[in-house]
């Protein structure tokens, strides 16, 4: 009666996926602090893949193949979305012009790095996000432009270089 129980995600365990301890909160708590849900509302989350490749790499064909597998894996969660659910959507007073993923593109130290953005459903992040990165290998080992980038410190002893 003065308390609620809800499944601790997180804390050791990485993607947001369940413990499988159960964690007691005193009602007064909700009060104080924010309270995140991942499964009333909306029905779908927006999960980012950050993918580095060198500054040689051909950047431009390695977004096209990350958009079209972006794409090609979300497009029946995109489709549901779009569907029945739209209308609960709007009684949220909440509006996304642009369910289709995207593919951010920024410049760090290491090479070029692309955020794909895209929409899943709660439960099946860390799971989407698997199979993304499977396509991604794949894709990628097919691909001889396309290098994946990591920190890397070069050592040169010739000037001339």
């Known amino acids: 009666m003065f308390q609620f129980a809800i499944m601790e995600i997180g804390n050791w365990v990485e993607a947001d996926q369940s413990t499988g301890r159960v964690v007691h909160i005193p009602n007064a708590?909700?009060?104080?602090e924010p309270l995140a849900n991942y499964t009333s509302?909306?029905?779908?989350?927006?999960?980012?893949?950050?993918?580095?490749?060198?500054?040689?790499s051909d950047w431009q064909h390695a977004k096209k193949l990350l958009t079209d597998l972006?794409?090609?894996?979300?497009?029946?969660v995109v489709a549901e979305a779009s569907g029945p659910n739209a209308e609960r959507d709007r009684r949220l007073l909440i509006h996304y012009p642009t369910l289709t993923p995207v593919v951010y593109t920024s410049v760090e130290d290491a090479g070029v790095l692309f955020t794909i953005r895209y929409l899943c459903r709660p439960r099946q992040r860390r799971g989407s996000a698997e199979a993304l990165w499977e396509r991604i290998l794949e894709a990628f080992a097919g691909s001889p432009s396309i290098e994946f980038a990591y920190p890397t410190q070069r050592l040169l002893v010739d000037r001339s270089e």
């Open 70 to 76: 972006a794409i090609e894996l979300t497009e029946e």
């Open 41 to 56: 509302g909306l029905g779908y989350l927006r999960n980012e893949l950050p993918v580095r490749v060198t500054f040689e």
């Open 29 to 32: 708590w909700i009060f104080r």
